[in-house]
């Protein structure tokens, strides 16, 4: 039962550090300092600081995507489907300014391709239940040949990273969920 723990206080540790540590390269040393163990007490738990990142996102892809899969099982109105899932990703990023770093790219500047990779790849399954949400909206509404849905989802999902992208930049102080019930006012006009 340590274990479990002993690698949550190092990713939460991870986390913090990724949030107050602007445009600086966290070393595996500087970590190890700041939990007060050795290095090689971290290596005990994560064979390398990639895989510590990779706890990081395994533990994002976790959270947002069974949220997600959450709304798309209770809520059957498209729009506030939709409208949910930003809002769920926008909060997420809100809450974790440090794990906003790693999903900006921001963070992994300098760090192993496989971790943008694994990022592109969360949004990814975010844009597709996006997609796959407007396409039953298009079959439900008998005007599936109307609407791209594929075109509508990507606007959508790039929405959710020019907000996270403000956040980061602004040093965690524009958050993003600031002004989205406007915003999504008006970016859900196709779905009226």
């Not at 206080?9 to 445009?23: F, N, Q, V």
């Not at 949220?67 to 930003?86: F, G, T």
């Amino acid at each position: 039962m340590t274990k479990p723990n002993r690698k949550q206080e190092i990713l939460g540790t991870l986390a913090a550090m990724l949030e107050t540590s602007h445009g600086q390269r966290i070393t595996t040393a500087r970590l190890a300092a700041d939990l007060g163990v050795s290095e090689a007490a971290l290596y005990r738990h994560f064979p390398s600081k990639a895989r510590m990142f990779e706890g990081l996102i395994e533990f994002t892809e976790d959270t947002l995507l069974s949220r997600i899969n959450q709304i798309i099982e209770v809520e059957k109105d498209v729009s506030v489907r939709c409208q949910m899932i930003l809002k769920v990703v926008l909060t997420f990023i809100e809450r974790n300014p440090g794990i906003s770093r790693v999903l900006s790219g921001d963070a992994l500047l300098g760090e192993h391709e496989r971790l943008r990779a694994r990022v592109k790849g969360l949004f990814d399954k975010i844009e597709a239940s996006l997609k796959q949400t407007l396409r039953e909206h298009g079959m439900r509404a008998g005007f599936h040949q109307q609407m791209d849905e594929a075109a509508f989802a990507n606007l959508l999902l790039s929405y959710v990273e020019g907000k996270l992208g403000q956040f980061v930049r602004s040093e965690f102080k524009t958050a993003p969920t600031a002004h989205f019930d406007q915003h999504w006012h008006w970016l859900a006009g196709p779905l009226a």
